[in-house]
């Protein structure tokens, strides 16, 4: 195992004071202003982090409109890019938070805040793995580039507009997933199912595509009724005088069958109270199954089986619109998908409309930047039985060319993405930091 590092104390402790100042500035979705598309909140992130690699030494340049932002080193040679992103999903429910999530603290030795681990503490790692080997002298065969997101969370417009305008990166990296390292990924599809409206109930639960609801309230007509079902399926509810709360597990969509969708639950115990065909999709057919196996059949090949996640149901007089995101195996045909889909659905007066699609991504094992980095994985960690893996994650990585998911999240870190109390311990931090030093050292350094 390598044990030589040049993560030294004063950088572990800069990449932590910066990390939890990048914290600090909440930078979820928001409407739009001038200069800022996603919301003030994304742009003063974006903009903070470019003031920071100018105090770092680095090139920036930010897209006036506020779309992206990218820093870079190095005079000539190819470009090695290292795409993060800035946003991250709301804070949720802050009473299932321990601490405030956007005043990031240091507690039992982790770094816990709303993006320490989705996007934002992986990023400042691999920005200051750079600046480390920078201190240490090493000196640059080649460009690096770190390309800054700020839409990753919802539906990629920035990236898009960095590819629109920018030259393309000749290898690269995405920090955004686990180690050691992801060589495909599944096709992601995110659309809605639309149906007719009703006056028996109506129902609003805005949630993200991207996560499995742990929570669904209601508290329209039949109250009494609803809670008796919840109790007839045994399902975990909190129950008042005015309303009832389902329970249940928030995971990533891409784990969908880890999790337990509140949004589902509530739904199967409604439909056995109201007569009402978009509820028959989920109480008769949908069910609780995250494969989509109950609608599609079976759907797998090498990168494992299609998951399937719904994670609104809205109900007013006019409109039904369900929310859904679907992770797709590399061999499957979307339009096969959606024309199946939809014949299904129409049972249930309803139809499929396209919302966004990013197709998958594979990038060879025996290639040259997959072998490189898969090597010092296993140096740095002694895990000599690592492989590069496949998921149902969608990364940057799939924006561009010759680019894989490389961390940070190392395989004994508890998965807090999306989720109350997001934590990164401090140790693994820095062992993150070490690895991606050596990786980018072996690849862009004499």
Same mark, same amino acid.
Request: charged share 25%; net charge negative.
């Given at each position: 195992?390598?044990e030589?590092?040049?993560i030294t ?5 800069? /990449?932590?004071?910066?990390? =939890?100042?990048?914290?600090?500035? &909440?930078?979820?979705?928001q ?8 919301g ?9 982090? $470019? ?8 090139? +920036? ?5 506020? !779309? @992206?932002? !990218? ?7 190819p ?5 993060g ?6 804070a ?12 990031p603290?240091?507690?039992d ?15 400042? /790692?691999?920005?200051y793995?750079?600046?480390?080997l920078?201190?240490?002298? !090493? ?9 800054f997101? +700020?839409?990753e969370?919802?539906l990629?417009?920035?990236?898009a507009? @960095?590819?629109?305008?920018e030259? %393309?990166i000749?290898?690269?990296? #995405?920090p955004d997933?686990?180690f ?7 096709g992601?599809?995110q659309?809605y199912?639309?149906? *007719? ?7 609003k ?7 499995? &609801?742990?929570?669904?309230?209601? #508290?329209?007509?039949k109250?009494? #009724?609803?809670?008796?079902?919840? =109790?007839?399926h045994n399902?975990?509810?909190?129950a008042?005088?005015? =309303?009832?709360a389902v ?7 891409m784990?969908? &069958?880890q ?13 056995d109270?109201?007569?009402?065909? *978009? ?23 090498e ?6 996640n ?13 929310q859904?995101?679907?992770?797709l %195996?590399? +061999? ?10 939809d #014949? ?7 139809h ?7 197709? &998958?991504?594979?990038? %060879?094992?025996?290639?040259a930047?997959?072998?490189?980095? $898969?090597?010092? !994985? ?8 690592a492989? %590069?893996?496949?998921?149902g994650?969608?990364?940057?990585a799939?924006?561009?060319?010759n ?9 004994d870190?508890p998965?807090f $993405?999306?989720q109350?109390?997001e934590?990164?311990?401090?140790a693994? $931090? ?13 690849l862009?350094?004499?």
């Open positions: 195992m390598t030589k590092t040049v104390d004063q950088i572990k402790i800069a /990449a932590v004071e910066a990390l =939890k100042a990048l914290i600090a500035q &909440p930078s979820y979705n409407p739009a202003e001038s200069g800022a598309p996603f003030p909140g994304i742009r003063q992130a974006l903009d903070q982090m $470019m003031a920071l690699c100018d105090q770092l030494g680095f090139r +920036t340049y930010t897209d006036p409109a506020g !779309y @992206y932002g !990218y820093a870079e080193i190095g005079e000539t040679g470009t090695f890019g290292i795409i992103h800035l946003d991250t999903v709301p949720g429910d802050l009473t299932a938070w321990d601490t405030d999530p956007f005043q603290i240091v507690k030795g982790k770094l816990i805040g709303r993006g320490a681990q989705d996007d934002k503490g992986p990023t400042i /790692a691999a920005l793995a750079v600046k480390a920078l201190d240490a002298g !090493y000196h640059l065969k080649q460009k690096i580039r770190f390309i997101g +700020t839409d969370e919802i990629w417009r920035g990236i507009k @960095y590819n629109e305008k030259s %393309p000749d290898a690269g990296i #995405a997933a686990e050691p390292l992801i060589y495909a990924e599944k992601l599809l659309a199912l639309v149906g *007719p409206g009703t006056d028996q109930f109506s129902l639960m805005d949630n993200a595509f991207n996560a499995v &609801p742990a929570k669904a309230e209601y #508290a329209g007509p109250l009494a #009724a609803v809670v008796a079902a919840l =109790k007839k399902f975990e509810f909190e008042t005088d005015s =309303k009832v329970l249940g597990k928030s995971v990533h969509a784990n969908a &069958p999790g337990t969708n509140a949004v589902l639950r509530l739904l199967i115990a409604m439909n109270v109201f007569d009402f065909k *978009p509820l028959k999709f989920i109480g008769e057919l949908f069910k609780e199954d995250a494969t989509g196996e109950n609608v599609l059949g079976k759907i797998e090949d990168s494992g089986q299609l998951t399937f719904i994670s609104t149901f809205n109900v007013n007089e006019k409109e039904t619109r369900l859904i995101d679907l992770r %195996p590399a +061999t499957i045909s979307k339009e096969q998908i959606i024309k199946q889909l #014949a299904r659905v129409k049972k249930f007066d309803l499929y409309e396209d919302y966004d699609y990013l197709a &998958p991504l594979f990038v %060879p094992k025996d290639s930047l997959v072998k490189t980095l $898969m090597a010092v !994985y296993r140096e740095k960690t002694g895990d000599q039985t492989e %590069p893996t496949i998921s994650g969608a990364t940057f799939r924006t561009m060319h680019c894989v998911a490389f961390g940070a999240m190392l395989p870190v998965d $993405m999306h109350a109390n934590q990164w311990p401090l693994s $931090m820095y062992k993150t930091m070490d690895i991606y030093a050596e990786a980018i050292k072996r862009c350094f004499e």
